[in-house]
């Protein structure tokens, strides 16, 4: 409560200051086409700022416009929006197949929410996808693409917002930001606090989140400097959360709000960023940018792991969960640097671009972890599926013993070259890029380098369409702690690559944009265990770099002006993910048989906003439809279809917003995980309230 009345007055001090720029806001509805609305017409991830028309590559953005409109708070509610991703795990997603968690922040290493930690959107401008493989831009990585998160930076035209929040499950909040030139010549800040707190859906469990941002952006005498701090607090009781116990069928066997933890559990993360970035237009022809970005976080965890079911009755019906207790804490700092030389030159009348850069990034990890076995004398009490009592035995009580310690360091390097030709209607590109690695885990230390290359084509058919394809290559390092020679390493790392075709449009001036796409994916050199188990002799079992998948799919996007007040963006994808080769005796990690877990065949997303203009009123309505799929132990995980809505009014500067989460209280797994801990359920009908004002 300190913190949301320190916000408030934070609030009424902007909304004074506002008030004396004597800045009017003027009532304003949009009624343009969908493309000035959710769409973005240049996109980062790919390095080379590049109209879409223009790229062959497939990268899907959710711009500030689609945020505000469904009221999204996290990066969990974004995935419904994007073709060909759905959720795994916390943070992680499924992408065109392959499980994916990695996420930069302005093309920069240095995740703060990484671990168990979702993030958040606060400071978010907007969130473009780069689909596929993305090694030959970012270095190592998962093919199934990459997440770029680009934040709010300071603006010189003066703006202002705050809003307050209240919902369901106790919701209630506040938020502030502000930006303008400062009375120094040339520089301009930006302020921004964020805090909200609520209940969570699961028994016992709880979020509070603060974010404090802040930034200044100087005009140099050559190109913009940006320097950003960002401190990130989230404070999760009853977490870190698992899923509920589920039959093979995928039914839930009790209720959905079931929750292991104890009311004394908790999931805390504290992170602080620092970032500079500067960018220059030297010439008509030249473009520099570098960038480096310093994070460092805390993430803590004291939580009950579910640990097998029982009948304890003997009825023949599973009823009661055994229980682990963890106490793990996560220490990491990591630095991210970057920096990028765009040439724009005519050679021999063909229009050229180069793309040359260099990255680089080091962390470094300790892990503290320890224990109460559910086996232990001492260990957690089970705890009932259908009449759970917390609290029956105390932590105290545990068998937790000492602290076990993990030391890693990881460090990345590399450089890239891309070209860009444009001949008449033909734009083709060509990249390479070499990396190096080194990783150190617990004294074993392995180093190793690779080589990606990437192509690609676009023809231009005419003005509002063209056809594309592109080759990718990616590569991951094997884990630190899987290299070790005793287990037969070190071993090379697990390579991605794709070939990809498609079609991008802006028909009808632009009031009816389209993309259609077709990829095969394949993923290689994949390390498993050895079925001959300890071939040494060493006391180790030897593991094999070995195996291959293969992703083949489709995806489908649309967004459409269907009237001046009506708009549409939609999305398909179809995807089909099996393994095609492997060591024919032991599984590899995140399989089911010959497919993968949590990677659904069909996926359908949509959202659509009728506006009216003369009222100041706007309705959305949103669905997302999930698949069959298989959880890691090999369980049903149902499909699913939910629906959510927004009703927005706007008058003047005041904009009022009623968001209503899955609208029909669908009751349903958004994932799978493993038979112990059960199915990531899906969150139940909420509603919440936004007022903002904007100056």
Do not use: C
């Not at 035209?157 to 010549?185: D, K, W």
């Amino acid at each position: 409560m300190r913190r949301i009345l320190m916000i408030s007055a934070a609030l009424g001090a902007l909304a004074t200051g506002a008030q004396a720029q004597d800045a009017e806001v003027s009532e304003v509805v949009v009624t343009g086409r969908a493309q000035q609305l959710y769409r973005t017409q240049e996109v980062q991830a790919g390095r080379l700022p590049t109209p879409p028309l223009e790229s062959s590559q497939a990268v899907q953005v959710i711009n500030a416009e689609l945020i505000a409109d469904q009221g999204a708070r996290d990066a969990q509610d974004l995935y419904r929006s994007i073709s060909g991703v759905s959720f795994f795990s916390y943070a992680g997603v499924t992408a065109r197949g392959f499980r994916q968690e990695e996420i930069f922040f302005d093309g920069l290493r240095g995740d703060p929410y990484a671990g168990f930690s979702v993030p958040q959107l606060f400071n978010v401008e907007r969130v473009e996808f780069l689909k596929g493989p993305a090694g030959m831009l970012y270095g190592p990585g998962a093919p199934g693409g990459l997440f770029n998160y680009l934040t709010k930076k300071p603006d010189e035209q003066f703006s202002a917002r705050v809003a307050g929040v209240v919902g369901t499950e106790a919701r209630y909040g506040a938020s502030a930001e502000v930006t303008g030139a400062l009375p120094v010549q040339g520089v301009s800040g930006r302020l921004g606090a964020f805090y909200e707190e609520q209940n969570t859906p699961r028994v016992n469990a709880r979020s509070e989140i603060l974010i404090l941002d802040g930034g200044l952006k100087i005009e140099l005498p050559v190109g913009e400097l940006n320097l950003q701090a960002t401190h990130y607090d989230q404070n999760l009781p009853g977490n870190r959360l698992r899923g509920v116990p589920a039959d093979d069928l995928g039914h839930f066997l009790t209720d959905r709000r079931w929750n292991p933890n104890e009311p004394g559990d908790f999931l805390r993360l504290e992170a602080d960023v620092l970032q500079a970035s500067w960018a220059a237009q030297v010439s008509d022809s030249l473009t520099l940018n570098a960038a480096v970005r310093y994070t460092e976080g805390l993430e803590t965890q004291k939580y009950h792991e579910p640990f097998g079911l029982a009948d304890t009755d003997g009825d023949g019906v599973l009823d009661t969960s055994r229980r682990q207790y963890r106490d793990q804490i996560r220490d990491q700092a990591n630095w991210s640097a970057a920096a990028n030389l765009i040439w724009a030159f005519d050679l021999a009348g063909v229009e050229s671009r180069v793309l040359a850069g260099v990255d680089w990034f080091t962390n470094e990890l300790v892990f503290q972890n320890r224990r109460a076995d559910a086996n232990s004398p001492q260990a957690p009490t089970p705890l009932s599926l259908f009449n759970p009592v917390y609290g029956v035995t105390p932590i105290s009580g545990y068998d937790l013993g000492t602290y076990s310690l993990s030391l890693t360091d990881s460090e990345r390097s590399g450089g890239y070259v891309l070209y860009e030709a444009t001949m008449g209607p033909l734009i083709g590109t060509l990249g390479a890029r070499y990396d190096t690695f080194e990783d150190v885990s617990d004294g074993v230390a392995f180093e190793d380098d690779a080589l990606t290359w990437r192509a690609g084509l676009v023809y231009r058919v005419r003005p509002d369409v063209s056809i594309y394809g592109q080759w990718a290559q990616s590569f991951e390092p094997q884990g630190a702690g899987s290299q070790t020679p005793l287990a037969g390493g070190p071993f090379a790392p697990t390579e991605g690559e794709m070939f990809e075709a498609g079609l991008k449009s802006e028909l009808m001036g632009g009031r009816l944009q389209g993309s259609a796409a077709v990829y095969h994916i394949t993923r290689t050199n994949i390390l498993q265990a050895d079925p001959r188990g300890d071939v040494g002799g060493d006391g180790t079992n030897d593991l094999l770099a070995f195996g291959e998948i293969t992703s083949k799919g489709a995806e489908f996007d649309l967004a459409a002006d269907l009237t001046a007040d009506w708009v549409l963006t939609a999305s398909y994808a179809y995807n089909d993910t099996r393994i095609t080769a492997d060591n024919g005796r032991t599984a590899i990690t995140n399989s089911v048989g010959d497919r993968f877990a949590n990677a659904p065949e069909h996926t359908v997303g949509f959202w659509t906003r009728y506006q009216f203009p003369d009222l100041g009123l706007a309705v959305a309505l949103g669905g997302d439809y999930v698949d069959v799929r298989r959880s890691m132990s090999d369980q049903k995980v149902r499909p699913y279809l939910v629906f959510d809505a927004s009703i927005i009014y706007t008058r003047g500067p005041w904009r009022a917003l009623v968001r209503i989460d899955n609208l029909t209280d669908e009751v349903y797994a958004a994932s799978g995980f493993i038979a112990r801990t059960g199915h990531f359920p899906g969150e139940p009908r909420s509603v919440f309230l936004e007022l903002s004002r904007r100056w």
